[in-house]
């Protein structure tokens, strides 16, 4: 009998999947779960040696922003000596280019939904300040349900590669020539976004007529079509797709509809349903969940936190606390998993001082307060954000007889909307009884440098 392959006794390996010029992607199994997972190896000797390290940081930096239910989520990366692992969702539907090798072109409706999804996802990257830089129906895969799965980012765009000019443009020329804009292609700077929305025009087209609207076997005369936006709309197209198209394949970028245009748009507008990942709990979940923290027994122990009577805060293990305040070998910090993102601050103020302090914090603030424990408590933002309403949990902890530990988590919500809570809100107003900061979320660790990826 073959002796099954596991990688860190944690996943197992099995089928390839598919390889391209740098990494080989398998079909994947988490142990514990039985979750199908797809597993993207990359050689590091290959990758140095190609220079291609940057690239691999830079998809790490953009795939811990981007969690949305049109995107392909990247789970958790490890790493050897040798190779990198990217652990991804498993999208088992393939490729929308290969639906349309099949059929052909999608009718309206289907093309549509989809078009509405691929908006989305784009949106959301938009909002965090990625631009993707390759749309084309081989970059998008379709789940079980058939729904729309943006994927391969390893071309995306960051913020800061748009401030290494003083003119706030992208400057590298990539992507597919066909799916590019004209502004891409002339080599001057461009806005990521607008070049996004081009090729986003020529993906509903080729759904709509099975076919590219720029073609042409001599790619300069092809280029030439792109720059005058040279393209025939099928007679089967209805006026409003033919309208929208137009507005999508503006040669003129400072002409080009905008998502938020796009998302007016009647036909667009059509049974159309805001994405919405990772929402909050309701209300009566959270009591519920209250509840059941009261019952936890008076002693159990759990990583490193020893649980107390619920008349004392919890005490802190020195060791838990050093550990936290020292970085080892473990790529996961360098991304959001699975919404958690979390932040601790010592203090020489008596745990209900704290608590008090926090309590006051989060009126002044309109959030709305769950007292689960003596010693912690939620904290709901009043409005809704990209994933819902954040949620944080805060829990005080003692460490010595005059030295507390906070630790505020994530427990839903967005990341950076998370990250701006701590930054502008949470240090400011606790700045009287913070001692010392131990450190920032994982949500804002960034992939800016190689040396973790290159050991």
Same mark, same amino acid.
């Given at each position: 009998?073959?002796?099954?392959?596991?990688?860190?006794?944690?996943?197992?390996?099995?089928? &390839?999947?598919?390889?391209?010029?740098?990494?080989?992607?398998?079909?994947?199994?988490?142990?514990?779960?039985?979750?199908?997972?797809?597993?993207?190896?990359?050689?590091?000797?290959?990758?140095?040696?190609?220079? !291609?390290?940057?690239?691999?940081?830079?998809?790490?930096?953009?795939?811990?922003?981007?969690?949305?239910?049109?995107?392909?989520?990247?789970?958790?990366? !490890?790493?050897?000596?040798?190779?990198?692992?990217?652990?991804?969702?498993?999208?088992?539907?393939?490729?929308?280019?290969?639906?349309?090798?099949?059929?052909?072109?999608?009718?309206?409706?289907?093309?549509?939904?989809?078009?509405?999804?691929?908006?989305?996802?784009?949106?959301?990257?938009?909002?965090?300040?990625?631009?993707?830089?390759?749309?084309?129906?081989?970059?998008?895969?379709?789940?079980?349900?058939?729904?729309?799965?943006?994927?391969?980012?390893?071309?995306?765009?960051?913020?800061? @590669?748009? &401030?290494?000019?003083?003119?706030?443009?992208?400057?590298?020329?990539?992507?597919?020539?066909?799916?590019?804009?004209?502004?891409? &292609?002339?080599?001057?700077?461009?806005?990521?976004?607008?070049?996004?929305?081009?090729?986003?025009?020529? $993906?509903?087209?080729?759904?709509?007529?099975?076919?590219?609207?720029?073609?042409?076997?001599?790619?300069?005369?092809?280029?030439?079509?792109?720059?005058?936006?040279?393209?025939?709309?099928?007679?089967?197209?209805?006026?409003?797709?033919?309208?929208?198209?137009?507005?999508?394949?503006?040669?003129?970028?400072?002409?080009? $509809?905008?998502?938020?245009?796009? !998302?007016?748009?009647?036909?667009?507008?059509?049974?159309?349903?805001?994405?919405?990942?990772?929402?909050?709990?309701?209300?009566?979940?959270?009591?519920?969940?209250?509840?059941?923290?009261?019952?936890?027994?008076?002693?159990?122990?759990?990583?490193?936190?020893?649980?107390?009577?619920?008349?004392?805060?919890?005490?802190?293990?020195?060791?838990?606390?050093?550990?936290?305040?020292?970085?080892?070998?473990?790529?996961?910090?360098?991304?959001?998993?699975?919404?958690?993102?979390?932040?601790?601050?010592?203090?020489?103020?008596?745990?209900?001082?704290?608590?008090?302090?926090?309590?006051?914090?989060?009126?002044?603030?309109?959030?709305?307060?769950?007292?689960?424990?003596?010693?912690? &408590?939620?904290?709901?933002?009043?409005?809704?954000?990209?994933?819902?309403?954040?949620?944080?949990?805060?829990?005080?902890?003692?460490?010595?007889?005059?030295?507390?530990?906070?630790?505020?988590?994530?427990?839903?919500?967005?990341?950076?909307?998370?990250?701006?809570?701590? @930054?502008?809100?949470?240090?400011?107003?606790?700045?009287?009884?913070?001692?010392?900061?131990?450190?920032?979320?994982?949500?804002?660790?960034?992939?800016?440098?190689?040396?973790?990826?290159?050991?």
């Amino acid at each position: 009998m073959e002796e099954k392959q596991l990688l860190f006794e944690k996943y197992e390996i099995g089928k &390839l999947l598919g390889k391209g010029t740098f990494a080989k992607v398998y079909y994947g199994k988490e142990l514990s779960t039985g979750e199908s997972v797809a597993i993207k190896v990359i050689k590091k000797d290959q990758v140095q040696k190609e220079g !291609m390290m940057e690239q691999i940081t830079r998809e790490i930096s953009v795939m811990r922003r981007v969690r949305h239910p049109n995107i392909v989520e990247i789970k958790e990366v !490890m790493a050897t000596k040798s190779k990198i692992f990217f652990i991804m969702e498993y999208v088992k539907g393939g490729e929308l280019f290969a639906k349309l090798v099949s059929k052909g072109r999608l009718n309206e409706e289907s093309a549509r939904k989809y078009f509405q999804q691929l908006i989305s996802a784009v949106d959301f990257c938009h909002s965090r300040g990625v631009y993707h830089r390759d749309l084309k129906p081989e970059n998008l895969l379709l789940d079980e349900n058939e729904d729309l799965k943006v994927s391969d980012f390893g071309l995306s765009a960051l913020p800061d @590669e748009q &401030l290494s000019r003083n003119d706030g443009l992208l400057h590298t020329q990539c992507g597919t020539p066909a799916y590019v804009a004209p502004e891409v &292609l002339r080599r001057k700077g461009y806005d990521g976004a607008k070049a996004d929305i081009w090729s986003c025009g020529v $993906i509903l087209y080729v759904l709509l007529a099975g076919f590219l609207p720029f073609q042409d076997e001599n790619l300069m005369n092809m280029y030439k079509k792109i720059f005058k936006a040279d393209y025939e709309l099928p007679m089967w197209f209805s006026v409003d797709s033919r309208r929208l198209i137009s507005k999508l394949l503006m040669a003129d970028p400072e002409r080009r $509809i905008t998502i938020q245009g796009i !998302m007016r748009v009647p036909w667009f507008r059509k049974s159309f349903t805001i994405a919405r990942a990772f929402s909050i709990k309701d209300l009566q979940n959270l009591e519920k969940e209250q509840e059941n923290d009261d019952e936890e027994g008076m002693s159990s122990k759990q990583g490193g936190i020893i649980r107390k009577s619920p008349s004392s805060p919890a005490f802190f293990n020195a060791f838990e606390l050093i550990s936290s305040m020292s970085s080892g070998f473990d790529l996961s910090s360098l991304f959001e998993i699975k919404g958690k993102a979390s932040s601790m601050f010592t203090s020489r103020s008596s745990a209900r001082d704290v608590m008090r302090k926090l309590e006051k914090m989060a009126k002044v603030m309109r959030y709305k307060v769950y007292r689960s424990k003596p010693f912690k &408590l939620k904290m709901q933002c009043p409005e809704e954000g990209r994933k819902g309403r954040l949620l944080v949990t805060a829990e005080v902890f003692k460490v010595a007889p005059e030295v507390t530990v906070v630790e505020f988590l994530k427990s839903s919500g967005d990341t950076l909307e998370y990250n701006k809570f701590c @930054e502008e809100e949470v240090r400011p107003a606790l700045k009287d009884i913070v001692w010392t900061w131990q450190g920032t979320s994982s949500g804002n660790a960034e992939v800016d440098s190689k040396e973790d990826l290159e050991q």
